[in-house]
């Protein structure tokens, strides 16, 4: 049983570029958690997704940051020209449809902005 | 405005003995309690989680213990190993919904 998926992995991107972070949740999980990490820093909740729907997206940037998670594939965190306060690990959890509060992580995209 | 507390930032332990952390809450609507222990370089890893409707919670070498009226959660790792070395990271959430996490601490532990 796969846990969650992220890709890539690392991710450089210069100054103005866009940025799209991908996240495949565990299998039978419908609900998608984004969260970034800043070095030396604990998780801070960015969004929160079900299939189609955002729920939550209180802890997003106003500007450039937005998520989805369609019916079909991955969800999908998109960050537009990007700048170097965005370099941070993104992590991606997913929880079960019903019943269950865990929620599981996957090994994170590490962006760097230059 | 932080709404779970960890301390300490950093603590070192000899090899056998018990590790010690401590997370405080303010919003009394939260309704689960997990930990979870990350390693550099790696995403967050669930240890062990808690509903306020108990005290002690215990797996393994891991132990939670939960003080409602204090609004605070304690991780304790009996006989800690050099593999426990790892930053801890306590969470909170209302029901499934977006957690909360602590600053975190790192556990090193000394062979």
């Known amino acids: 049983n796969a846990g969650v998926m992220q890709n890539p992995r690392h991710l450089v991107r210069r100054r103005g570029q866009e940025a799209r972070l991908r996240c495949s949740p565990m299998?039978?999980?419908?609900?998608v958690y984004w969260y970034r990490q800043l070095p030396e820093e604990g998780l801070k909740f960015m969004v929160y997704l079900q299939k189609e729907n955002i729920i939550d997206e209180s802890g997003m940037p106003k500007e450039r940051f937005s998520a989805e998670f369609p019916k079909e594939g991955p969800s999908i965190l998109r960050i537009q020209q990007v700048v170097r306060g965005d370099s941070a690990a993104y992590f991606c959890?997913?929880?079960?449809?019903?019943?269950?509060?865990?929620?599981?992580f996957g090994p994170g995209t590490r962006l760097t902005v230059t | 405005q932080q709404q779970v507390k960890q301390s300490p930032q950093s603590l070192i332990v000899q090899k056998g003995g018990i590790s010690i952390i401590n997370c405080a809450y303010e919003n009394t609507a939260f309704d689960y309690f997990p930990w979870y222990q990350q390693f550099p370089g790696k995403g967050p890893a669930l240890l062990i989680a808690?509903?306020?409707?108990?005290s002690e919670k215990k797996e393994g070498r891991f132990t939670i213990s939960f003080n409602k009226s204090a609004k605070q959660f304690s991780l304790h790792i009996m006989d800690s190993q050099p593999g426990d070395s790892a930053t801890y990271f306590c969470a909170a959430s209302i029901s499934n919904y977006k957690l909360s996490f602590g600053a975190g601490t790192t556990v090193t532990v000394r062979a």
């Open positions: 299998k039978g999980h419908s609900h």
């Open positions: 959890a997913s929880s079960p449809s019903t019943g269950g509060y865990e929620q599981y």
């Open positions: 808690i509903r306020p409707d108990v």
